[in-house]
T-cell receptor, first 117, second 113 residues
Framework: KAGVTQTPRYLIKTRGQQVTLSCSPI?????VSWYQQTPGQGLQFLFE???????NKGNFPGRFSGRQFSNSRSEMNVSTLELGDSALYLC????????????????FGSGTQLSVL | AQTVTQSQPEMSVQEAETVTLSCTYD???????LFWYKQPPSRQMILVIR??????QNATENRFSVNFQKAAKSFSLKISDSQLGDTAMYFC??????????FGKGTRLHILP
């Protein structure tokens, strides 16, 4: 079974631009979560999608948005990039059993390293 | 608000030794999950071990075990017979019933040959 796939691996953008990152979860997984990882702040939760609906949201400005498609693939978008958005963006998927804990086992991708110049 | 604290930013141990990574957390909830995730240089986070708070018995996965002290809100990870491949960043994490996961800042572990 293929793992969680994130594209692209590396991205360089300039301030003010927008960017879209993609995440393909493991086949059969219904939940996709996004995290931002920086040396100073560590791993911070961005949002989670389940069956095309946003289930949870972290404390990030509205410039950060996401969506999930019917095949569970997810994208996140950052508009009007700022220097502080430079980070590793990690996507994780989980099976999300009915009635169980959705994220009791997360499978992560290798991330997209975003550099904003 | 829940918080997760890892007090050891960096540690080094010799191969084959045993090492313990510390983690404390703060919550008012009675049931939750605790995790240790490993992030090697490849950047891909991997689940090492997990513990549901209702379960009294400490979780064990091969060379990895935890010491879960619910009253003290402590969740340490013990790695026995450490191997070079254990070199990585280790993150302690907490999850409550709304499935939001909060990560600690991490402990960078170096296994020395």
């Amino acid at each position: 079974k293929a793992g969680v796939t994130q594209t692209p691996r590396y991205l360089i953008k300039t301030r003010g631009q927008q960017v879209t990152l993609s995440c393909s979860p493991i086949s059969g997984h219904r939940s996709v979560s996004w995290y931002q990882q920086t040396p100073g702040q560590g791993l911070q939760f961005l949002f989670e999608y389940f069956s095309e609906t946003q289930r949870n949201k972290g404390n990030f400005p509205g410039r950060f948005s996401g969506r999930q498609f019917s095949n569970s693939r997810s994208e996140m978008n950052v508009s009007t990039l700022e220097l502080g958005d430079s980070a590793l963006y990690l996507c994780a998927s989980s099976f999300a059993p009915t009635g169980g804990w959705t994220n009791e086992k997360l499978f992560f991708g290798s991330g997209t390293q975003l550099s904003v110049l | 608000a829940q918080t997760v604290t890892q007090s050891q930013p960096e540690m080094s141990v010799q191969e084959a030794e045993t090492v313990t990574l510390s983690c404390t957390y703060d919550t008012s909830e009675s049931n939750y999950y605790l995790f240790w995730y490993k992030q090697p240089p490849s950047r891909q986070m991997i689940l090492v071990i997990r513990q549901e708070a209702y379960k009294q018995q400490n979780a064990t996965e091969n060379r990895f075990s935890v010491n879960f002290q619910k009253a003290a809100k402590s969740f340490s990870l013990k790695i026995s017979d450490s191997q070079l491949g254990d070199t990585a960043m280790y993150f302690c994490a907490f999850m409550n019933r709304d499935d939001k996961i909060i990560f600690g800042k991490g402990t960078r572990l170096h296994i020395l040959p």
